[in-house]
């Protein structure tokens, strides 16, 4: 298997960044899609690819996934050996009252991957799929033989919908394809529109934080590294054929340790050495009482499982923080090449 080029879509955002960087360092060749779109502060994302432009290896492209004729012109271009589809609209909140970008990135946006996949046989596409695809589920840890035919979001519709697209595209037309299922990943870098990244930024202004359903909520945060290693660990394995001949599979990353919200703002809290003023508010729509992942799967295929506990991923994340944001502790200069 050629891991000559590799197709990373969404690269200007969290995940993307770092999975690039992460085969940047080995002298991989990445070609990064992205649309730069304003979710969250477009500056942080150009940081990113400033980063990323250093390496002789790395090729941005500027393209909307829902265009399908910029997608094909990729492939065309570039004929990338194995795909990564990062880019999405993300964010539960945000899908409550803006629906149509769901539509247009990650289900338009998705099936346009797929088709070019079709036309331009890579040998392996990974995609980005989320733990909210579990909802408000009772049983844990949650496994992906669960039944997940009822998500609580549109956000999670369109994750679902893009397992049940990918599986149909393995079967039809013989493409290997992986799905990941993330859980909450945070760490340097991370998304702004993300609660640990407003916590910590509000409690550095000493504002209050806002915690949903009193803080009686649990999450299986996952590292940022983890992740990546994750998603490195696989990009040469694509699944072999299923008893029905089928390429298709799909996997949990996550801690498999889910903590309680109210502890990991404590360490949140200890890490950047202020008390959160804290406003408790009922539970949000959308929102779901706990996430866990079962990582057998990715134990018994990679021998891999994600390892960084809060304290250390915190303390790495609070310390790039402060570096990023506050420049009279480390002034640091980005702009966009
Ligand atoms: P992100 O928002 O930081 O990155 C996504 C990138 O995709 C952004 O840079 C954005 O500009 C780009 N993008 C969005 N729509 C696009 C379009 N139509 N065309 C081209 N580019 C587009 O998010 P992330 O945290 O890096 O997440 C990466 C993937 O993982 C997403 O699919 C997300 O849904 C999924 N995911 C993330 C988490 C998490 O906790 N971060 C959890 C579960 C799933």
Not at 291 to 308: H, R
Request: net charge negative; with cysteine.
């Amino acid at each position: 298997m050629s891991l000559d080029t590799i197709l990373i879509t969404g690269a200007a955002g969290f995940i993307g960044f770092h999975l690039s960087k992460k085969l940047l360092e080995q002298g991989i060749q990445v070609i990064g899609y992205d649309n730069i779109n304003s979710y969250y502060d477009v500056n942080l994302k150009y940081a990113r690819l400033a980063i990323l432009k250093d390496y002789p290896d790395f090729i941005f492209v500027k393209g909307d996934l829902a265009d399908k004729s910029e997608v094909e012109n990729v492939f065309t271009k570039y004929k990338p050996d194995i795909v990564v589809n990062l880019a999405a609209q993300a964010g539960v909140r945000y899908s409550i009252d803006n629906p149509q970008v769901y539509i247009d990135s990650n289900i338009i946006g998705f099936f346009n991957i797929l088709e070019a996949c079709r036309h331009h046989p890579a040998e392996h596409l990974i995609y980005a799929s989320s733990s909210s695809v579990y909802g408000n589920q009772e049983k844990t840890p949650f496994s992906t033989d669960d039944d997940v035919s009822r998500p609580i979001s549109l956000y999670a519709a369109t994750k679902k919908s893009n397992e049940l697209m990918a599986y149909t595209y393995s079967h039809l037309y013989g493409i290997p394809t992986t799905g990941l299922r993330f859980f909450t990943v945070y760490g340097p870098y991370g998304r702004p529109d993300m609660a640990y990244f407003s916590f910590t930024r509000k409690i550095l202004a000493g504002e209050t934080i806002q915690i949903f359903n009193n803080g009686d909520m649990y999450r299986d945060f996952t590292y940022i590294d983890d992740i990546v290693q994750g998603i490195e660990n696989m990009l040469e394995h694509p699944p072999a054929a299923d008893e029905n001949g089928d390429r298709y599979k799909l996997y949990n990353i996550g801690n498999n340790h889910p903590e309680k919200l109210m502890y990991f703002i404590e360490v949140l809290e200890k890490c950047i050495g202020r008390e959160a003023k804290k406003e408790f508010l009922p539970m949000q729509p959308g929102d779901v009482y706990q996430t866990y992942a079962d990582v057998d799967d990715l134990v018994w295929d990679f021998g891999f499982k994600p390892e960084t506990s809060v304290e250390v991923g915190l303390g790495k994340f609070v310390e790039w923080y402060k570096k990023y944001f506050i420049p009279q502790v480390c002034p640091i200069v980005y702009s966009a090449k």
